[in-house]
T-cell receptor, first 110, second 109 residues
Framework: NAGVTQTPKFRVLKTGQSMTLLCAQDMNHEYMYWYRQDPGMGLRLIHYSVGEGTTAKGEVPDGYNVSRLKKQNFLLGLESAAPSQTSVYFC?????????FGQGTRLTVV | GQQLNQSPQSMFIQEGEDVSMNCTSSSIFNTWLWYKQDPGEGPVLLIALYKAGELTSNGRLTAQFGITRKDSFLNISASIPSDVGIYFCVSSNTGKLIFGQGTTLQVKP
C-alpha cells in the first residue's frame, strides 16, 4: 500500500544490538499499530498509538518501545535484540476499521 | 486476552473449487473483517461486516457476520490460482484490531 512505508525491509542483528524500525504514513490517520507475524500465529499487536504523542501496549509489548513524536511517523525500537524477536514486523495505519499495512520488515536476530 | 479461532489452518484445493473458512470467538464483537495477505506483502482488506446477520459479497467472495456476533465465515467461489495467500479474520475492540491465526490457501491449477 503506497500510503504506509516501512524501513528497512530487511535487517540482520546480533543478539544485544539495538535498532529502530520506522513507519511513515501520508494519510493523516490518527491510529497506527505495530504487529509481528510468526508462522501459525497470525499478527500479534506489539504497541499502538491513537494519536501524536500517545502510545499504548498491545498483546506482546515486552522487549519493544515505541514513539509517536509526529503524527505521520510511528517508530518501533528494540533496545537489546534477542533471537525470539526474529520475525516479520508490520506497521499499519488505520482509518475507522480499515487498516492499511506496510510491506513489512523481515528481522533476523542471530 | 481476546482470541479469534480460525479454521481450517490450511487448505489445498483444486482450481475451480469453492472454499469456506470460519472464525469464532468467545467474545462478542461489533465488527468482523476479512483480510488477505499475498506472499511477501502486508494484509489487505477484502470485506468488512458491521451488523449481526449481515451477508456481504465482493466479487467471488462472500462473508457473513454471525447472528450471535461471535463468529463469521468467508466463502470463495470458483477458486483461481491468484486466490493463493493467507486469509485472516479480524475484529475490532476498543481501537485494537485483533487477528485470527490465519487460513493458508493453496490452489492447484
Amino acid at each position: 500500500n503506497a500510503g504506509v512505508t516501512q524501513t528497512p525491509k530487511f535487517r540482520v542483528l546480533k543478539t544485544g544490538q539495538s535498532m529502530t524500525l520506522l513507519c511513515a504514513q501520508d494519510m493523516n490517520h490518527e491510529y497506527m499499530y505495530w504487529y509481528r507475524q510468526d508462522p501459525g500465529m497470525g499478527l500479534r499487536l506489539i504497541h499502538y498509538s491513537v494519536g501524536e504523542g500517545t502510545t499504548a501496549k498491545g498483546e506482546v509489548p515486552d522487549g519493544y518501545n515505541v514513539s509517536r513524536l509526529k503524527k505521520q511517523n510511528f517508530l518501533l525500537g528494540l533496545e537489546s535484540a534477542a533471537p525470539s524477536q526474529t520475525s516479520v514486523y508490520f506497521c499499519a495505519s488505520v482509518a475507522g476499521t480499515e487498516a492499511f499495512f506496510g510491506q513489512g520488515t523481515r528481522l533476523t536476530v542471530v | 486476552g481476546q482470541q479469534l479461532n480460525q479454521s481450517p489452518q490450511s487448505m489445498f484445493i483444486q482450481e475451480g473449487e469453492d472454499v469456506s473458512m470460519n472464525c469464532t470467538s468467545s467474545s462478542i464483537f461489533n465488527t468482523w473483517l476479512w483480510y488477505k495477505q499475498d506472499p511477501g506483502e502486508g494484509p489487505v482488506l477484502l470485506i468488512a461486516l458491521y451488523k449481526a446477520g449481515e451477508l456481504t459479497s465482493n466479487g467471488r467472495l462472500t462473508a457473513q457476520f454471525g447472528i450471535t456476533r461471535k463468529d463469521s465465515f468467508l466463502n470463495i467461489s470458483a477458486s483461481i490460482p491468484s486466490d493463493v495467500g493467507i486469509y485472516f479474520c479480524v475484529s475490532s475492540n476498543t481501537g485494537k484490531l485483533i487477528f485470527g491465526q490465519g487460513t493458508t490457501l493453496q490452489v492447484k491449477p
